[in-house]
């Protein structure tokens, strides 16, 4: 596996989104075999793994701890802050943001007990807090790698303003966004913001969620517990209109020998050097296919003819409903 640069952080080129392995996409599955995936993708090569307290909650940042806690000099784990998960709270209602210092701390000290480390290797913020002005956030989070409890500080789904207010009190060293063929918000502002400064790019369901794995149409039906049934992007008008996107992959890949998920992968990692997808799986062969797109090399002429095909091409849907929505982009 290749290496690439979020900052001054060295990490495999395509990392592991283990959100899925504790929540979101239906049942969860065996525990024991999580593990076995998640080592596995260390001997694969991937050195990069994103995890958060809200997954689960908390299951995830345990998951992902217990199974790489044999392999910690191998890896880089990033894991995020600034949710309220107050068990109190109605769970039909709207998340809630918490990014006071004092809470960042708490989460801090949680997260390292979870994960099983002495230190936090990146360390987001998971959406930006209106209440809490950034420069507290990066301060908090400064003090926290002054003390040698974190190592890296990044953002999520921040706009670029906040990005550099941020970053003039605490280097940021990556920002996590969603992008890929079917989510390119972030070319217009995000990503020429990040070159300049210097941070690094995490894209997160660089896959669509799944969608662009060819895998997904109309007639797909997903587990009542999977959070895709509600997303505007998952309708199934939205799918059908949406399959061009998917039959762009495929002529691609069928040129060049992979498959829709490798290109849309290898069209990620060809866009800036410092871009580091975080692709997420539950099945070994998923996980073996994902890392393969590390390895498809896309010519002058195939990306000319993604951006010629993918130009004429309205995705159609919201990638989130308006009450998360509105928690990103701040």
Not at 271 to 288: A, F, H, N, S, Y
Request: aromatic share 6%; charged share 25%.
């Amino acid at each position: 596996m290749q290496k690439r640069r979020l900052g001054n952080l060295e990490v495999s080129a395509i990392g592991l989104g283990c959100m899925g392995m504790s929540m979101s996409y239906g049942p969860s599955p065996d525990r024991p075999e999580m593990i076995a995936l998640l080592r596995s993708a260390v001997e694969k090569g991937v050195t990069f793994f994103d995890t958060a307290e809200v997954y689960g909650p908390y299951v995830n940042e345990e998951l992902v701890g217990e199974a790489l806690a044999p392999l910690r000099g191998q890896v880089v784990i990033a894991t995020k802050f600034g949710f309220d998960l107050d068990p109190a709270r109605d769970p039909k209602s709207s998340p809630a943001l918490d990014s006071r210092p004092e809470h960042i701390r708490q989460v801090a000290e949680a997260s390292l007990r979870r994960l099983r480390v002495e230190a936090i290797d990146l360390f987001y913020q998971h959406r930006v807090d209106p209440e809490v002005p950034i420069e507290e956030v990066a301060g908090a989070v400064q003090d926290l790698i002054r003390t040698g409890k974190v190592r890296h500080f990044g953002l999520s789904e921040a706009a670029p303003a906040t990005i550099r207010r941020a970053h003039a009190v605490q280097p940021v060293t990556a920002v996590q966004s969603e992008y890929s063929l079917w989510t390119r918000t972030p070319e217009a502002e995000l990503l020429p913001t990040l070159q300049e400064l210097g941070i690094g790019f995490v894209p997160y369901s660089p896959l669509g969620r799944g969608f662009l794995t060819g895998r997904i149409d109309e007639t797909t039906t997903f587990d009542r517990t999977d959070f895709r049934n509600h997303l505007p992007r998952f309708s199934p008008e939205a799918r059908k209109a949406n399959q061009a996107l998917v039959e762009l992959l495929a002529r691609i890949g069928a040129r060049r020998q992979a498959t829709p998920a490798q290109i849309a992968l290898a069209w990620l990692l060809a866009q800036k050097p410092w871009i580091v997808p975080i692709p997420g799986t539950r099945r070994p062969e998923r996980l073996e296919e994902n890392l393969g797109g590390a390895a498809v090399r896309l010519t002058p002429e195939d990306l000319g003819a993604i951006a010629s095909a993918a130009a004429a091409i309205t995705v159609q849907g919201d990638r989130y409903p308006e009450n998360l929505e509105r928690l990103t982009g701040r």
